[in-house]
């Protein structure tokens, strides 16, 4: 067997009151596509954070090509041939895409000359990127192609790719395990860490399961299930969840004719978007985000106002013309797709963002805030939601990202909404945690709300939506029966092609 | 090559002692300075520091410049907390005077228990008013008011020029620039014998209490907290940006405008060309030097206003130019965001690549 190309004994981080990695040991060896599994807190964004430099190992030895070496910098760790591509991203909102590569590369070519490499890189791997466009304007899943492209031009010999494909088409997955298959055959090897248990059964050759800070298993992906992978990665079996068919109620949210231009001039404008959402009824909309998504949760939550206040109805009221605090006292929640800074206050405990959208809970009398009421409001959403934190005046950002996500779908589902808008319910959240929220938004659909997920995830979509439409340059496709409708198909509408819809809509319609 | 990183974990401890160490690093510089100027730097720390308190006068003066300081950066920290930036607390507070003095110079010289209390409510209007101007600009016109607000100072100032050489002069003043003097029942009573303590000191402190009430209690603080803290999830909970820009203004001025009647119907006892030696601005660096916490606010005002005593005293004792103030205020700002870049930031040697 020829050397390893990444080696790591023993290595152990301690942070206070936490264990993070507890004697992790771990071989890649040369093209070789290694899994690294684990719930949210297993240990794996630290593990991977000592490999590229970030953090420094309390223990342990790693060896680079046979070779000791002290990885004290990311720099040092891209000379090394490392490349990472992160789950947070690491761009300058006020730069262009190739400005931002040009940082990125320790080295001295212009933004200018970088730019045909960009094109060149983003055609080749699937992974359309305009060099010019300023990031700022760009959504998440726009970003993390920078992202990609960025660690690609590096040309590294080890690329740590964490959570890369929950933002790609089903079309673009493929595109880029056709990518990543080729560098790996190139010689290069691949840490892949993703939940996606179907994607690494696909795609990886050997995987590492961490649980609880160690080395829970190692296995095959290709020989094992998703039941067993899974079983390694959180110690129990994992049951479905469920959707059992009711009988839709009526008519919560509605939008005619909704058009917008975006108030960002790289942003997707909506072109004449109808939308109608039952009470008991989950409808799921599909779509890589730079679609519209964007524009059309600030027009349901009321972020931004639309030409007519008929555009937006909710319970049958034109609502158009509300502010967001105005549409949640008429029972409307949302869960934003950026957690901390949107969806919470980083800097403040979880108890004063309980309050953030709690007010109406009994959170506030007479201009006065209650304080015990919020902390019990957050005791509950922690509790209910198994969020861990040491208690509830842990701040925002001291939570993993999973984990903030179970709070503030947590706090938004207990607020009892009879609307609910959810973005990117389950992005970057381990397996269990997605499972328990998506369990949630059933159980909330049960209860007779109305709720509209927005996701890029199309398992997840397949798995909780009664109705699933796709949202593609900012017009919005007929809804389908996810149950007679097929990934294939709705990949092909994600592209822009209605032309293959059921009529289905038209029977809704009439 | 010298780099600059951000801190894993800034340390809580730092963020309370760096306005002390800010103020340590102050008095360093200024020993430094007075050595070079071929003061003994001993002596003259004395005249500087000690010698303002050393009497019950001094103690007295040390309040009654407190009190302006004090009520003028609590309005602003409250602006700066939610990411309002009001620079204009100066012009605010000449409003303030002057719209106090309008009421008494209307009123004439009828002696009334009510002409008292409707100068402090029209001076904290006057405030309001002029810090309501930014407020519209912005919130209208997205105009920042960082800028409005600080040239309205100068308008300001002018206006009060016009006033006390126009139309409010006082007819048997000599043709001095100046209002007529203030009748008994139209200044702040006194608090203590001896002194020029009046109720000021109190109206201060008890705003002091009012806002941190206001800051840690009341939903409308906690509104302004986040919008200062994460605009986007001040706008995803639908706390309204115009509200909170008109909020944190309009209280920022009534502090200032109540400071500047404060003033006029407190130490001064007329409407004078000039009604405060930069209160308004000093108050920008109380605010910080105090954390924008009314506590740390309350203790910042003290030190500042030991500055300006000190000051003249130099000026006396020392023949220092007036200007001293001005660069002892300047030092402990310039230390303390020093201090503050540090508590997020350390400086790292790294090779060149």
């Known amino acids: 067997m020829s050397t390893p190309r990444l080696a790591l004994h023993g290595i152990s981080k301690r942070y206070p009151g936490v264990v993070a990695n507890d004697g992790v040991s771990l071989v890649v060896q040369p093209g070789e596509i290694h899994a690294l599994l684990g719930e949210n807190g297993a240990g794996k964004s630290t593990l991977m954070k000592i490999v590229y430099g970030v953090t420094r190992p309390d223990e342990g030895r790693i060896e680079w090509e046979g070779r000791e070496q002290r990885i004290d910098s990311p720099a040092r760790a891209r000379a090394l041939g490392i490349g990472m591509v992160f789950q947070h991203f690491s761009l300058f909102e006020t730069l262009s895409v190739a400005e931002n590569i040009a940082l990125a590369m320790d080295g001295a070519d212009s933004p200018a000359a970088l730019a045909p490499r960009i094109r060149e890189v983003s055609e080749r791997y699937g992974l359309p990127v305009d060099p010019d466009r300023l990031v700022h304007s760009m959504s998440v899943g726009e970003r993390q192609r920078v992202e990609i492209v960025r660690c690609l031009l590096q040309a590294p010999r080890l690329l740590i790719m964490d959570e890369p494909t929950s933002v790609l088409t089903p079309q673009a997955v493929q595109q880029l395990f056709v990518t990543l298959r080729r560098l790996a055959a190139e010689g290069i090897s691949i840490l892949y860490i993703s939940h996606k248990l179907d994607e690494i059964r696909a795609l990886c050759d050997v995987a590492t399961v961490l649980r609880g800070g160690r080395v829970g298993g190692r296995a095959l992906p290709r020989e094992e299930s998703n039941d067993s992978l899974a079983q390694m990665m959180i110690g129990r079996e994992l049951a479905p969840c469920r959707l059992t068919p009711r009988e839709a109620g009526p008519v919560e949210l509605e939008l005619t004719q909704l058009s917008l231009p975006s108030a960002d001039p790289f942003g997707t404008a909506l072109q004449g978007i109808d939308l109608r959402v039952r009470g008991g009824q989950i409808v799921g909309i599909a779509g890589v985000s730079g679609n519209g998504q964007q ?134 959240v381990d397996v269990g945690a997605a499972q328990l929220i998506r369990q949630a938004l059933i159980d909330l659909r049960d209860q007779g709300a109305a709720v509209l997920v927005i996701s890029e995830e199309l398992d997840e979509l397949f798995e909780v939506s009664d109705r699933l439409g796709v949202l593609a340059g900012g017009r919005l496709s007929p809804l389908c029966d996810p149950a007679t409708t097929s990934v294939a198909e709705i990949g092909r509408w994600m592209a822009g092609d209605f032309g293959t819809a059921h009529t289905e809509a038209s029977h809704a319609a009439a | 090559m010298l780099r600059l990183e951000r801190r894993a974990q800034p340390s809580r401890a730092m963020r309370v002692l760096a306005p002390l160490i800010a103020a340590l690093l102050m008095f360093v510089t200024g020993f430094v300075i007075f050595t070079v100027l071929g003061k003994a730097p001993l002596a003259a720390f004395e005249v500087f520091f000690v010698k303002p308190l050393s009497s019950m006068y001094g103690l007295g003066e040390l309040l009654v410049k407190t009190a302006p300081l004090l009520l003028c950066a609590l309005g602003l920290a409250i602006g700066f907390r939610a990411n309002v930036w009001n620079i204009g607390a100066e012009g605010q507070l000449v409003v303030g005077a002057l719209a106090g003095s309008g009421v008494a110079l209307a009123w004439g010289e009828t002696e009334s228990h009510w002409v008292l209390p409707a100068m402090l409510l029209a001076g904290a209007l006057g405030g309001m008013a002029w810090a309501a101007i930014p407020a519209f600009l912005r919130t209208r ?213």
């Not at chain 1, 950026?338 to 309050?355: F, H, K, Y």
């Not at chain 2, 509200?243 to 400071?259: D, F, H």
């Open chain 1, 295 to 428: 524009e059309l949760l600030a027009a349901l939550s009321g972020e931004s106002r639309v030409a007519e206040r008929g555009m937006v109805r909710l319970g049958g009221q034109p609502v158009g013309d509300l502010d967001p605090a105005q549409r949640r006292r008429r029972g409307f929640g949302f869960v934003p797709e950026e957690r901390l800074g949107r969806g919470a206050v980083p800097s403040l405990s979880l108890a004063l963002n309980a309050l953030l959208t709690g007010a109406g809970k009994g959170l506030v009398r007479r201009g006065l805030v209650r304080p015990a009421a919020a902390r019990a409001f957050a005791r509950t959403i922690i509790e209910r939601f198994g969020v861990k934190c040491r208690d509830e005046r842990s701040v925002a950002d001291s939570l993993s990202g999973g984990n903030l996500q179970k709070f503030i779908v947590g706090r938004e589902i207990l607020l009892a909404p009879t609307v609910l808008v959810v973005a990117q319910p389950t992005w970057g």
């Open chain 2, 141 to 353: 016109f997205r105009t920042s008011e960082i800028l409005t607000s600080l040239m309205l100072v100068y308008v300001a100032q002018l206006l009060l020029s016009y006033f006390v050489h126009g139309p409010w002069r006082d007819p048997e003043g000599f043709n001095f620039p100046q209002s007529r003097m203030f009748n008994d029942w139209e200044l702040l009573p006194l608090l203590v014998e001896g002194t020029r303590v009046n109720l000021g000191i109190v109206f201060a402190l008890a705003v002091a209490a009012l806002s941190w009430f206001f800051t840690e209690k009341t939903y409308a603080g906690y509104r302004l907290q986040v919008a200062g803290l994460a605009p986007a999830a001040a706008g995803y909970a639908g706390f309204s940006e115009k509200r909170n820009v008109w909020l944190a203004l309009l209280i920022g001025g009534a502090c200032a405008g109540l400071a500047g009647i404060g003033e006029v119907a407190g130490p001064i006892g007329q409407l004078q060309p000039s009604v405060s030696p930069g209160y308004g601005f000093a108050a920008i660096i109380v605010a910080f030097v105090g954390r924008l916490h009314a506590l740390g606010i309350v203790l910042a005002s003290l030190l500042m206003s030991l500055l300006y005593l000190g000051g003249e005293q130099a000026q006396i004792d020392l023949a220092l130019p007036s200007a001293i103030t001005g660069l002892f205020q300047g030092l402990l700002l310039f230390y303390l965001l020093a201090m503050d870049a540090f508590v997020t930031w350390r400086i790292r040697r790294v090779r060149r690549a």
